[in-house]
């Protein structure tokens, strides 16, 4: 068994043509405006929220988010469960994709338990604001 089985499976890596500059052109300009397209839906599902409550529904709709705040963080949470779970086959595609190097995979592989580390401390420090209290009985 050879290097690039253990790292892939049992498939055969067929060598990929090289595609002339302009098709890469056009892939990346698809790209980029896939994604400005979609940013710009956003911002039009935003404005048309936002003109849709009355200012007194702006206060409504933030005393409901106020009251979803649990489970939208058992949903982020399970999302970061799911990532940390799914990590090894998500990237073992990624790879296969992308072309990467078995090393850029090995250490990509490697970054799942700080990749866990930083998305808990995003979640408990600046979304759920867990260092406050300790920082106000300090002060104190």
Known sequence: MSESDSQYGD????????Q???????????????????????????????????L???QSAQ??????DGVLMWFRLLLIAVLIGFWQPINV?????????????QRVLHGRWLTLAVLLFVELVLVQRLHEPFIDGMVR
């Open 11 to 18: 498939e055969e890596e067929l060598p990929q043509p090289q």
């Open 20 to 54: 002339p500059a302009w098709r890469r052109a056009g892939q990346l300009s698809f790209k980029f405006m896939l994604i400005l397209g979609g940013v710009f839906l956003l911002f039009v599902l935003g404005l048309s929220l936002f003109f849709s409550f009355s």
């Open 56 to 58: 007194e529904g702006l």
């Open 63 to 68: 005393d409901r988010l106020a009251q979803a």
């Open 93 to 105: 595609w990624l790879a296969q994709r992308n072309a990467w190097s078995p090393e850029r995979l």
